[in-house]
């Protein structure tokens, strides 16, 4: 049926001919006071700080069967899972529309939700806004009834109007006429705690007045027999559902709870200090399955009320990881020990799996008044709440299931400590048993408190046989949903728990607990990666860089391997909260980068606080351009000296200076850097005296050293080559550092090692010039393993070239195997910048048959600002052309080449063989000429080219037009074009 068609038929309020009756606006005036009387108490708490949740109005409808087996709060901790799961939401009052009456057949709305999700919160607050005018103007009569306060009327037969008026006493008018509406509601609340099983095979009742049993009143209600027109709406936890059949029900809806702006919204209004909110809230979302569970409002209610405390003293952005046992433990220390919490811990035990409403003959089993039950829910109604119903019945209910089931777990507890035989090892065993067998997870977050209980009362080694057990019993069931309750348990006990066998499995193949495939190891890493939500990388939105944002972030800096955190707008005020990210045991976070933010001195030592305390795990940190000065590096020295884990410090762009590296040398006497980042600190040659001397003290470890842009001169240079063994790096970087042809016979004795490991070296804007070259190359073409050479801007001239030329035109140590033995063994190297040299065209004709040896390895080659002209352009050419170039990227810009020249090189790009994939021309002075030859060659050789720079050229508009049509073209491999007209 379309909208428009199903909207004719809706009842509006104005125009129903029932209403025309004073009587019938007398009973709904009535019925209205009434609720609001009754629900009184929901309204003041709403406007208190509360002890129940506020209101949710948002339900998510679902048309996808559900797994009735599993433990309920499985709907919510998906922590299991390795995204989190969205819900399509809508509106309360669309739900409850009686838009939906002539939909079909069916009147009646099912709402599913775990316990404590708030499902008898939002059937009062319901009621509550019909009975104030304040919603749900289209229902005329609106009936909440409680399945608990129907249980105490099961014996007996009655109709459905003196129901009704047994709770409603003040509607004596009520009658047939009355409740023949489609604008009647009735609200069923909480389905599960019906003591009776609904039986749709009874014979129905159709008359309001015939008298009939409590459960065939629903029943017959439901099925529609009974006032055809009036909407149903029954709540239920999942364990009752499947008592109405699907085929009766309108629609099937999941009310959901907090999302997480309202979770820190409701923590916020329970925990007046904003300061201490937050620490508490960082506390649960530390944990992801912390932070499912916290989305139940009454667990939020419990975690909120019981994480005030631990945080009122301490550090300011102390992070403190806690178990959903430690959270209830520290909920249940503060209740006063008493005979009653003694007896009601038996009788959690004594009620594990049954209703969650305890009656007085419930409380009499275990020797508990109702008046003792009522002075301690007042006490303690974290733990026991309190209800009173039809005929003033008063019922009691642990706070929440998870309440009950700690309460159990401690008393299972004390009853196997009590017993000397089997240990507690066996029994806990039978519970992992018992937990593993029960299809419908009834022992799911018993067994979880159980190994939480055993942690805090220390009972039992972590190396103890349950433990073994446990793992053993979850990795045979690893493919089943069996594995569930178990690696919960064990992560409750251990948060590290199947780190060290996985860890094991994967260095050495082979584990403690053997007899498993790669496929269970595999998918326990993805449980343990999925429970705590790992991410590779953070990085903070751009609209929110600032402290404050980073503060609230910390959860999930701390469950992060990396914290990209440069141009963040960061000042001390964020170091105390990273500090206590680094501090933090659980925490994942490897490298940290904080580069480019206001960290001063200050900041530096917070943050040398969290480096060198015993849980740290960071292995770099990068504090380029923080504005820090000498006085820092104490700090940094002393956590260098203690700490065990960091391998890669950057200081660039900080003005240290020598007396800052003279404090760090002490450290780095110590420390285990493999990366050491020092460019542009204001260091000249002293500084480098001094690393030089800690370096020599201290020289396994390190592998990058980077210099750059301090003006260390030739002697600090020297001093350093002398007493450090630079073959041992991988990486030195070294550019304008005022070096001289003084430096370079050290570095090429060190290429010259056989043992030499250095395989990228900088040394460009160095005044080297051909004769410091030369001592480059002989190092180089002796034996050498480079892969990366700059030598940008260094004073070469074409001599230099002739020695390069030796270089290029040898063949590498790996590929002499077999080949005549040859006065030079090449390095393999890959990329090489040379721009901003006078070579000249003489020079590029010296170096040019390099680029033609068979072995040759060289890729890259950066040839800009080099004084060529077209006279070297056909040695070019025909270099990259050969069949053994493997030149892929190279770069002429900023050269006067002209037409000439660009047409000699298109000699070259026409090959097949031309290999070249960019080619970067910016600023060669060429024409539209340029471009007819370009167009003519890529025709001939559409394969390689991918990428070309021709901006800074005088170009024409329709030349660029030719080349932005071969780009579109996918014949031709160009996708990336860099022009414009001069």
């Known amino acids: 049926m379309h909208f428009q068609e199903k909207c004719q038929y809706r009842y509006c309020f104005s125009y129903c001919p029932l209403f025309s009756g004073t009587s019938m606006m007398d009973l709904q005036s009535s019925l209205k006071t009434t609720l609001k009387n009754k629900y009184q108490t929901l309204k003041e708490a709403f406007s208190k700080k509360p002890l129940l949740p506020s209101r949710c109005r948002n339900l998510s409808a679902y048309f996808t069967s559900y797994n009735f087996h599993d433990h309920e709060l499985r709907h919510v901790d998906t922590s299991y899972l390795p995204v989190d799961v969205v819900h399509a939401c809508m509106p309360l009052a669309e739900v409850l529309s009686c838009e939906y009456g002539y939909f079909s057949n069916r009147r009646t709305i099912l709402t599913l939700g775990v316990s404590g999700i708030g499902k008898t919160t939002v059937v009062q607050s319901c009621a509550l806004d019909w009975a104030e005018d304040r919603g749900h103007h289209d229902i005329q009569f609106l009936f909440p009834l409680n399945f608990w306060e129907l249980n105490l009327l099961i014996k007996h037969k009655l109709s459905l109007i003196e129901l009704l008026q047994m709770f409603y006493p003040e509607l004596k008018g009520l009658n047939a006429s009355s409740l023949n509406s489609d604008a009647v509601w009735f609200f069923f609340d909480g389905l599960d705690e019906f003591n009776l099983m609904l039986d749709f095979s009874c014979p129905s009742v159709s008359d309001v007045s015939e008298a009939s049993t409590v459960d065939n009143l629903v029943t017959s209600l439901i099925v529609g027999s009974l006032l055809p027109n009036a909407h149903i709406w029954v709540t239920s936890r999942f364990s009752a559902m499947k008592q109405i059949p699907r085929t009766l029900m309108l629609r099937e809806t999941e009310l959901m709870g907090f999302n997480d702006a309202q979770k820190e919204q409701y923590f916020r209004m329970v925990i007046d200090d904003e300061e201490l909110a937050y620490k508490a809230i960082n506390c649960v979302r530390i944990s992801r399955s912390l932070n499912f569970l916290c989305q139940v409002p009454s667990i939020c209610t ?106 159990a777990a401690s008393a299972k507890l004390d009853e196997i400590e ?139 800096i701390l469950k992060s391997k990396q914290a990209m955190l440069r141009f963040s707008n960061l000042t001390d005020d964020s170091c105390p909260a990273l500090t206590a990210v680094l501090s933090t045991k659980e925490s994942h976070l490897r490298e940290l980068d904080l580069g480019y933010n206001n960290i001063s001195d200050y900041g530096v030592g917070l943050l040398v606080d969290g480096l060198v305390d015993i849980n740290c795990r960071l292995k770099s940190l990068r504090l380029q351009c923080c504005g820090m000065t000498f006085r820092s590096c104490e700090d940094l020295a002393n956590g260098l000296l203690l700490t065990e884990t960091l391998q890669e410090l950057d200081l660039s762009r900080n003005e240290i200076g020598d007396e800052g590296l003279f404090q ?122 480079l892969e990366k050479l700059n030598v940008s801007r260094c004073g070469i001239t074409e001599k230099g070239c002739v020695f390069l030329a030796k270089v290029l035109c040898t063949v590498s140590q790996y590929y002499s195997v077999g080949v005549q033995q040859m006065n030079w063994q090449a390095v393999e190297l890959r990329e090489l910048d040379i721009s901003m040299n006078l070579l000249g065209d003489r020079g590029v004709k010296e170096m040019s048959p390099g680029l033609q040896n068979p072995y040759s390895h060289l890729k ?94 005088k170009l024409e508009d329709p030349d660029i037009e030719v080349l932005v049509e071969l780009m579109k073209c996918k014949k031709y491999t160009l996708r990336i074009l860099d022009v414009s007209a001069d």
Not at 501 to 507: A, D, H, I, T, W
């Open 302 to 407: 419990i975690m909120a009320h019981v994480l005030e405390t631990p945080f009122e003293t301490g550090n300011r952005y102390q992070i403190k990881p806690l178990t959903l046992t430690q959270i209830y433990t520290l909920g249940y220390n503060l209740v006063e020990t008493s005979d009653v919490v003694s007896k009601l811990k038996k009788l959690a035990l004594l009620r594990m799996g049954e209703g969650s409403v305890m009656y007085e003959e419930n409380l009499l089993e275990l020797g508990i008044t109702v008046k003792e039950a009522s002075i301690f829910s007042k006490k303690c109604p974290l733990l026991l709440r309190e209800e009173t119903g039809l005929h003033n019945t008063t019922v009691f209910r642990f706070s929440h299931v998870s309440v009950q089931e700690y309460l």
């Open 418 to 556: 009590a017993s000397e035989t089997p240990s507690l090892s066996d029994s806990c065993q039978s519970l992992v048993d018992a937990a593993v067998a029960h299809k419908q997870g009834k022992w799911d977050i018993f067994l979880r408190f159980i190994f939480g209980l055993i942690k805090e009362r220390h009972l039992l080694e972590p190396n103890d046989l349950l433990f073994f057990y446990t793992k053993k019993v979850m990795l045979e069931n690893i493919f089943d949903d069996k594995f569930d309750p178990l690696f919960p348990s064990l992560k409750e006990y251990d948060s590290q728990a199947l780190v060290y066998e996985l860890n094991s499995y994967r260095k050495h193949a082979s584990s403690p607990i053997s007899g498993f495939q790669p496929m269970h190891w595999e998918i326990v890493k993805e449980r343990l990666r999925n429970w705590d939500m790992i991410e590779d990388c953070f990085e903070m939105p751009v609209s929110e860089r600032c402290d404050k944002h980073l503060i609230r972030l910390l959860p999930t």
């Open 664 to 785: 760090l040398s002490e450290g780095l006497k110590a420390a285990r850097l493999k990366m050491l980042k020092l460019s542009q600190c204001n260091i000249e040659k002293q500084g480098c005296w001094d690393l030089a001397a800690a370096l020599q003290e201290n020289s396994k470890h390190l592998k990058v050293l980077d210099l750059s842009s301090n003006m260390v001169g030739d002697n600090g240079a020297n001093e350093l080559f002398t007493k450090f063994d630079i073959s041992r790096l991988t990486k030195l970087e070294m550019y304008h550092c005022g070096l001289t042809a003084l430096s370079c016979g050290l570095i090429g004795e060190a290429l010259k090692s056989e043992t030499s490991t250095l395989v990228e070296l900088n040394l460009s804007n160095n005044k080297l010039k051909d004769a410091g070259f030369r001592a480059i190359c002989e190092g180089m073409y002796a034996w050498s393993r």
């Open 860 to 953: 890259t080659l950066n040839l800009s600002h080099c004084g060529l002209n077209d006279d070297c352009c056909s040695e070019l050419a025909s270099g990259f052309a050969s069949i053994n170039s493997v030149l892929s990227d190279l770069d002429l810009s900023n050269n006067d080449l002209r037409d000439r020249g660009m047409k000699k090189l298109c000699v070259g790009l026409r090959n097949p063989q031309c290999k070249l994939k960019k080619l970067s021309l910016r600023s060669c002075g060429l024409t539209s000429k340029s471009v007819q030859f370009l167009t003519s060659a890529l025709k001939s050789n559409p394969l390689h080219l991918k990428e070309l720079h021709l901006m800074g050229n």
